[in-house]
């Protein structure tokens, strides 16, 4: 999934795999995922790849997008097991935004932090610059990929 915004601002997210491959028949530990980020920042630029998300919770977070897309009344906030990664539906006025927020292990190695929330690290992208329906296209592109396993 990618999002960027004409000020440069860019998010990629991928699922490398699962954290444990092997263990196909535990309905927590199988659904674990290795997500990698790239981050263009007007602080910097880094990727990381660490097992934030479940396989549900990328599902959820395809949903909230489609929501969006289609003008539909939503939770203002993503927020996973995880707290690495955290998405907000922003009313400003300038307009709606998302912003993309950024904890512990999905931060850089130069803005590390032993704490969450720490709210100090994110991207904001106008919404009429996204195409969220196509967003959540791709992350069940990767759904397909890595199904939820052992319910």
Same mark, same amino acid.
């Given at each position: 999934?990618r999002?960027?915004?004409? &000020? &440069?601002?860019l998010?990629e997210?991928?699922?490398? &795999?699962?954290?444990f491959p092997d263990?196909q028949?535990?309905?927590y530990?199988?659904n674990?995922?290795?997500?990698?980020?790239?981050?263009?920042?007007?602080r910097?630029?880094?990727?990381?790849v660490?097992p934030?998300?479940l396989?549900?919770?990328l599902e959820?977070?395809?949903?909230?997008?489609d929501?969006?897309?289609?003008g539909?009344e939503?939770e203002?906030?993503?927020?996973?097991?995880?707290?690495?990664?955290?998405?907000?539906?922003?009313?400003?006025p300038?307009?709606?935004?998302l912003?993309v927020h950024?904890?512990?292990e999905s931060?850089p190695?130069w803005?590390?932090?032993g704490?969450?929330?720490?709210?100090d690290?994110?991207?904001?992208?106008?919404?009429?610059?996204?195409?969220?329906?196509?967003a959540?296209?791709?992350?069940? &592109?990767e759904?397909?990929?890595?199904p939820?396993?052992?319910?």
């Amino acid at each position: 999934m990618r999002l960027s915004s004409s &000020g &440069g601002s860019l998010f990629e997210m991928t699922v490398e &795999g699962y954290q444990f491959p092997d263990i196909q028949d535990e309905p927590y530990d199988s659904n674990w995922l290795l997500i990698r980020i790239h981050v263009v920042h007007s602080r910097g630029e880094w990727t990381t790849v660490d097992p934030c998300l479940l396989t549900d919770e990328l599902e959820d977070l395809a949903k909230w997008f489609d929501a969006i897309a289609q003008g539909k009344e939503v939770e203002k906030e993503q927020n996973f097991t995880e707290p690495n990664l955290r998405f907000r539906l922003r009313e400003t006025p300038e307009g709606r935004s998302l912003r993309v927020h950024f904890e512990m292990e999905s931060r850089p190695s130069w803005a590390e932090s032993g704490a969450s929330p720490e709210e100090d690290l994110y991207l904001d992208f106008p919404l009429a610059e996204l195409d969220l329906a196509h967003a959540a296209e791709e992350l069940r &592109g990767e759904m397909v990929r890595y199904p939820q396993r052992a319910a």
